[in-house]
């Protein structure tokens, strides 16, 4: 449906410069051994090594699909001018992985130089879709086995007067995963949408919230409107212990304070717009947490009686893991909860029953950096595999993978899209590789004409983005796979085209 407008004048010589310089990004190379895969040991009392293992396979099994794209192609690349060329890139594809490519890319490279950058884009957006087919039909990280359910979390939550959690991460790919494998809940509880900086959009979530209390009052979903808990909305930002002057949160210039602070205004700045705009007391209840993005150590600031937050106040999980190490499981969960309180004596009950959850979830997540990682991760800075731009994305739970931009539309949303383009500059452009792009809508299949918006939505901002980026579009430098999915169907995604000529 769209077509790569690649000019033919020039071409060749951009391809040759590719084609050597697709060996110039960085192949990632297998991390720290690994000491536990699944045997379900543990080094602390609280810490689920099993899960660990689990989480584990999955995240190197999708990521090893990503990083295998470059390797397969160099070896594609340096058999390009040889008699059964097709056959055997075919077989190279094969082997490394586990599709073919696209014939027609492939029998061209006998009149012009192999097109690299279709065919790097072309493989990225095809594992993608292989990725979303396992993510959908599998539940990969369903986290039923470990009275983690969904439903579980919910009753929890409304035990500690609670009956939403909507979780505000920045969009920066090393959050992606904050709520599976940072915080440990399972998704289908949690609203998570990201925000460059972690500043989310005050009116979608005063929208969210006007929808959550309707269902309650109208459904009693997913408790009763009379029931006396509230809308829990959290905030996540971010910094780096290994480079804080760095690698923190860009949208804030690397600086930590700024970054906990700004998160801070927003959240009450969203409390505010719902007391004044509903009468009868109508308030939320809000949660600011920090995340360490090199080893996946939490900040929680804890609030006060009234739910006040004070920046200087908070339990670093780092410290949890380190105090609690030596005990019994039993002795260990007293002394979380005596680690919050000293840091905030009057504390109300149900938050810190939260509280110590999240620290002690947490605490699984700093075994698993340390056993498979090291003292923090390799990839301390950007290393997305490609951008999301839309809305859905439910799929994407891991670090690193995506840099995600939720939008409606690239006018609206410009800011998020620039950083997305400006870390792919660094990381693909720079190396003549496309930055490649899923644009994808998600919609609700039971409502009338939903799907048809969803497509026009995919198609604007694919032009939009086009014309935004559009030396990098005329360069065979941007690549877009446009994708709908119909989430009350809960099914596959829907390919409706890409910027390729060959089809996924
Ligand atoms: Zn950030």
């Given at each position: 449906m769209l077509r790569n407008r690649n000019s033919s004048r020039g071409q060749s010589r951009r391809r040759q410069s590719t084609v050597q310089s697709v060996s110039a990004r960085p192949e990632r190379t297998a991390t720290?051994?690994?000491?536990?895969?699944?045997?379900?040991?543990?080094?602390?009392?609280?810490?689920d090594g099993y899960e660990n293992g689990r989480l584990y396979q999955y995240e190197t099994s999708v990521k090893k699909s990503f990083d295998a794209i470059v390797p397969a192609l160099r070896k594609v690349s340096a058999q390009?001018?040889?008699?059964d060329f097709v056959a055997s890139a075919q077989s190279v594809a094969m082997q490394e992985l586990g599709y073919q490519l696209p014939e027609d890319i492939l029998q061209d490279a006998w009149v012009e130089q192999l097109d690299m950058r279709s065919l790097f884009a072309w493989c990225v957006f095809k594992t993608y879709q292989r990725f979303c087919d396992d993510f959908f039909g599998?539940?990969?990280?369903?986290?039923?086995m470990n009275n983690k359910s969904a439903e579980e979390f919910q009753s929890f939550i409304q035990q500690c007067g609670f009956h939403t959690l909507d979780v505000s991460p920045?969009?920066?790919?090393?959050?992606?995963?904050?709520?599976?494998?940072?915080?440990?809940?399972?998704i289908e509880a949690v609203r998570r949408k990201s925000y460059a900086g972690a500043m989310f959009d005050i009116d979608n979530s005063i929208q969210k919230w006007v929808e959550t209390e309707m269902l309650r009052f109208r459904e009693g979903r997913p408790n009763t409107a009379d029931e006396p808990t509230r809308y829990l909305k959290a905030v996540a930002y971010h910094f780096s212990s290994v480079d804080p002057g760095h690698e923190g949160c860009a949208a804030h210039g690397s600086d930590d304070a700024k970054a906990a602070a700004g998160g801070l205004d927003r959240l009450l700045a969203f409390q505010t717009a719902i007391e004044n705009s509903f009468c009868c007391g109508a308030s939320i209840d809000l949660l600011l947490l920090g995340i360490d993005t090199d080893t996946d150590a939490i900040k929680v600031h804890i609030p006060d009686a009234n739910g006040e937050i004070d920046l200087d106040k908070f339990v670093d999980a780092k410290d949890v893991y380190q105090q609690t190490e030596r005990l019994s499981s039993t002795e260990a969960e007293l002394q979380v909860e005596q680690m919050v309180q000293e840091v905030q004596p009057a504390v109300a009950e149900g938050m810190l029953k939260l509280i110590c959850k999240l620290l002690i979830n947490n605490l699984s997540q700093i075994e698993y950096v340390r056993n498979y990682y090291g003292s923090h991760y390799e990839d301390i800075g950007h290393a997305e595999r490609f951008i999301g731009a839309g809305i859905?994305?439910?799929?994407?739970?891991?670090?690193?993978?995506t840099y995600i931009a939720y939008l409606n539309t690239v006018e609206e949303s410009t800011a998020d899209f620039d950083v997305g383009i400006k870390i792919f500059s660094k990381l693909n452009v720079a190396h003549g590789l496309p930055v490649p792009v899923v644009i994808r809508f998600d919609y609700h299949g039971e409502v009338p004409g939903a799907r048809d918006r969803a497509v026009e939505h995919c198609q604007r901002v694919s032009e939009a983005a086009k014309a935004r980026y559009s030396e990098l579009a005329e360069n065979g430098l941007l690549h877009t796979l446009l994708v709908v999915r119909n989430c009350s169907a809960n099914g596959k995604i829907e390919i409706l085209g890409s910027s390729l000529k060959a089809p996924i």
């Open positions: 720290a051994q690994p000491m536990m895969v699944g045997t379900g040991s543990a080094n602390h009392p609280l810490v390009q001018h040889e008699n599998t539940s990969p990280l369903s986290s039923g920045c969009a920066d790919g090393r959050l992606a995963h904050a709520v599976r494998y940072v915080l440990r809940l399972p859905g994305f439910e799929e994407v739970q891991l670090r690193n993978l």
